[in-house]
């Protein structure tokens, strides 16, 4: 059985730096506009790729530049750049559903990835696509027996990409799913003019309705089933089942999501698929894995279609039913190498001893820690407020850059 490569997403530096703290295998991340995550999170530009690649090839990371929203006329001059700088890069591969965007990337020699948006339900689809593609990102629609019987005849057949590997399979493993098929959603378009298919989604499908029949006027609110806002993914705990089908790729989805997030989430399945692969992987491990998973960013979790359910399960609220949250206290200002201290101007809320912080950056990525010692003005003291400057011992590097919360627990309402 070989080992399920860990796809982390990467919508900033911060976010990147703790996909390569917690063990991602690769990341995905999107330049400038022509991307579905375009306006969900701060994207990064041409200049800092060699950066990404950099930070990545330090780690034997590999990187994934995502191009895959529907390309127009006008777009294919940046299409045409985006490529040709990834090359000079030396980013892995494009993730692509326009075959303008796999044709552009077939010239100029860089692996393409065929996006879920391509909607790739069966093995002719796949063999039609291994003339362009090593790796194919199957629909989130299937359950893992359809899973199973491609990746089956994949290998019986010996179906090949452009690179002569075997083709690899993908699937999302965890993070938020859409209503419409493999995220091929027009709602926001039809309502906003602002097009998911291309990286503008408004995310109307996240809201709470009120249904009116148009006949008699009757008026219905849907009281807690937001119908159109599946909960978000999660497939922890039936990782040896997905290993089992023959999956080569698991993709976390979140590229709009805090570092906090993509560091609790990357740990979680790095250790998750570590265990299947060595053997230890067991119900205790699960229920402490999921415990943690609900800290960070969620909508409740379910288990796709992955396990034959026919119809989705739906959030009960419009927001995050994670359990913890953070509060913003202040900043870096100084690190002192020599004994491993940080010092933090507090410019909000109290920060004590045996508080749990979170210290994040572009080069820190997040870092959670727990509060055991403190100083204010050179005085032991188990409390900072509003105005201080407070050090603490860490085991990492701070820089003016970084920012400093205390994680608290977030009441989230039934």
């Not at 949250?325 to 001893?353: M, R, S």
């Not at 010692?373 to 850059?401: A, H, Q, Y």
Request: proline share 2%; glycine share 8%.
């Amino acid at each position: 059985m070989q080992k399920i490569e860990l796809m982390a997403p990467a919508g900033n530096f911060e976010s990147l730096q703790a996909a390569l703290d917690n063990g991602a295998d690769s990341v995905y991340f999107g330049v400038e506009q022509l991307n579905m995550r375009a306006r969900a999170s701060i994207n990064f530009t041409l200049d800092d790729l060699p950066e990404i690649v950099n930070r990545c090839e330090a780690n034997n990371v590999r990187t994934y530049l995502t191009l895959n929203t529907i390309i127009y006329d006008h777009d294919l001059s940046i299409v045409k750049t985006l490529i040709k700088k990834a090359k000079a890069a030396s980013v892995t591969a494009v993730i692509a559903m326009d075959q303008a965007v796999i044709a552009v990337a077939r010239e100029h020699g860089i692996e393409v990835h065929i996006s879920t948006q391509i909607n790739i339900t069966n093995i002719e689809t796949v063999k039609f696509y291994a003339l362009f593609a090593d790796t194919m990102v199957l629909s989130r629609e299937l359950s893992l027996r359809q899973v199973k019987h491609i990746t089956a005849q994949i290998e019986k057949e010996q179906i090949k990409g452009p690179s002569g590997r075997l083709v690899e399979i993908e699937i999302f493993g965890h993070g938020a799913l859409c209503m419409a098929v493999s995220g091929k959603c027009y709602l926001s378009l039809h309502s906003h003019n602002s097009s998911a298919n291309r990286g503008a989604c408004k995310q109307n499908c996240r809201k709470k309705y009120t249904v009116i029949d148009q006949e008699t006027g009757f008026e219905m609110e849907l009281d807690n089933e937001y119908i159109m806002s599946p909960k978000d993914l999660c497939t922890i705990d039936f990782l040896d089942e997905i290993a089992d089908a023959g999956v080569k790729v698991l993709k976390i989805e979140g590229r709009g999501r805090a570092p906090e997030y993509v560091a609790k989430v990357i740990k979680c399945y790095r250790d998750a698929i570590d265990s299947v692969e060595n053997g230890t992987y067991n119900k205790d491990k699960v229920i402490s894995w999921m415990q943690d998973l609900e800290k960070v960013y969620n909508r409740g979790f379910w288990s796709g279609y992955y396990l034959g359910q026919k119809l989705g399960e739906w959030s009960t609220g419009s927001g995050s039913h994670a359990v913890q949250k953070k509060v913003y206290l202040g900043k870096g200002t100084h690190f002192y190498p020599k004994a491993n201290i940080g010092e933090f101007k507090i410019e909000a809320f109290d920060v004590a001893v045996g508080d749990t912080i979170l210290i994040t950056g572009p080069t820190t990525g997040a870092k959670e820690m727990d509060v055991k010692e403190m100083m204010v003005n050179d005085v032991k003291t188990d409390k900072g407020t509003k105005g201080d400057l407070v050090t603490i011992p860490v085991e990492f590097r701070i820089r003016p850059s970084d920012r400093l919360y205390k994680i608290v627990e977030n009441k989230v309402e039934a």
